[in-house]
């Protein structure tokens, strides 16, 4: 069955970056797109962008733009999200999400707490 | 890119039918066949409920269908049980080349 293993919370300072990481199983990993959506507490979702694992070609959200960067490791089945320039607004779960096609996903992983706080 | 527009809450008794609606534009959910809606327990991961605007996932409950008619998208549950109080939250690919949420709608099962 698939399944998306993310990394622990993390807690970082304003103006730092953070990396998250998403490791897939039970499923042929190039095969598929993979998202990364956020949810601020208490809030809704908000989509961030999504990479393509087999050649790593990526298309993030306009708001995001010059802060996201999404990555991916084929020998290990990871995908990673890093933004950078972190403030208070970025405080939420993010999560990584399977892609059935592009526009479609199908599975979530558990989700990742990133606070930031000074 | 606005999120598509939910009403903030439903609610309805067990055993009784509700809608959810997800109002977009032409640019979203009037332009295309790829509408998904998901449900989110407290502390939870979302999960599939409906996707390309009326499909269920294998083995998901008949109970979940949805629709569209022009820009706004709806979901149906029928026959409510208690589990069945969650967020629900619908989606579309966009024009820009990307996907928007909707604001969320927390059913109630009273």
């Known amino acids: 069955q698939v399944q998306l293993v993310q990394s622990g919370a993390e807690v970082k300072k304003p103006g730092a970056s953070v990396k998250v990481s998403c490791k897939a199983s039970g499923y042929t990993f190039t095969s598929y797109y993979m998202h990364w959506v956020r949810q601020a507490p208490g809030q809704g979702l908000d989509w961030m962008g999504i990479i393509n694992p087999v050649d790593g070609s990526t298309t993030y959200a306009q708001q995001l733009l010059g802060r996201v960067t999404m990555t991916r490791d084929t020998s290990t089945s990871t995908v990673y999200v890093e933004l950078s320039s972190l403030r208070s607004e970025d405080t939420a779960v993010y999560y990584c999400?399977?892609?059935?096609?592009?526009?479609?996903?199908?599975?979530w992983g558990q989700g990742t707490l990133v606070t930031v706080s000074s | 890119q606005s999120a598509l527009t939910q009403p903030a809450s439903v609610s309805g008794s067990p055993g009784q039918s509700i809608t959810i609606s997800c109002t977009g534009t032409?640019?979203?959910?009037?332009?295309?066949?790829?509408v998904s809606w998901y449900q989110q327990h407290p502390g939870k991961a979302p999960k599939l409920m409906i996707f390309d605007v009326s499909n269920r996932p294998s083995g998901l409950s008949y109970r979940f269908s949805g629709s569209k008619s022009g820009n706004t998208a709806s979901l149906a549950i029928s026959g409510l049980q208690a589990e069945d109080e969650a967020h629900y939250y619908c989606?579309?690919?966009?024009?820009?080349?990307?996907?928007?949420f909707g604001g969320g709608t927390k059913l109630t099962v009273l």
């Open positions: 032409s640019s979203d959910v009037g332009g295309y066949n790829y």
């Open positions: 999400a399977k892609g059935g096609r592009w526009e479609l996903i199908d599975h």
């Open positions: 989606s579309s690919y966009t024009s820009s080349n990307a996907v928007v």
